[in-house]
């Protein structure tokens, strides 16, 4: 069974950083496509970075220079590094991992983390 476990999230000053951790358990990881997305209340959920296996990453205009996805496959884990966080970056950011059976796509969520941007 596919696990997503993430951690990293908590309360930053504007301008201030934190690194995201998203480890996945029971996949191949190597094959997934990895995304960090999040939500604020009311709102859709949006996808804020993509790390595909072996090609480019994307980011959402928001976030783009001031926040990094990467991943390790020595440890199955995902990161998404945000630098300069501003107010409007809280929300409940959630790890998504994407797999191709040859079929259809399927679609795994963390449990989500809790980023606070204020002073």
């Known amino acids: 069974q596919v696990q997503l476990v993430e951690s990293g999230g908590g309360l930053v000053q504007p301008g201030g950083s934190l690194r995201l951790s998203c480890v996945a358990f029971g996949t191949i990881f190597s094959d997934m496509t990895m995304n960090w997305y999040r939500q604020t209340p009311g709102q859709q959920r949006e996808l804020v970075a993509a790390?595909?296996?072996?090609?480019?990453?994307e980011y959402a205009d928001a976030v783009k220079g001031r926040f990094t996805i990467s991943r390790n496959t020595a440890d199955n884990t995902v990161y998404l590094q945000m630098n300069v966080l501003k107010p409007e970056d809280t929300a409940v950011y959630y790890c998504n991992g994407k797999l191709w059976n040859g079929i259809s796509w399927s679609d795994y969520w963390g449990q989500g983390t809790q980023v606070t941007v204020s002073s």
């Open positions: 790390a595909p296996p072996g090609g480019d990453t």
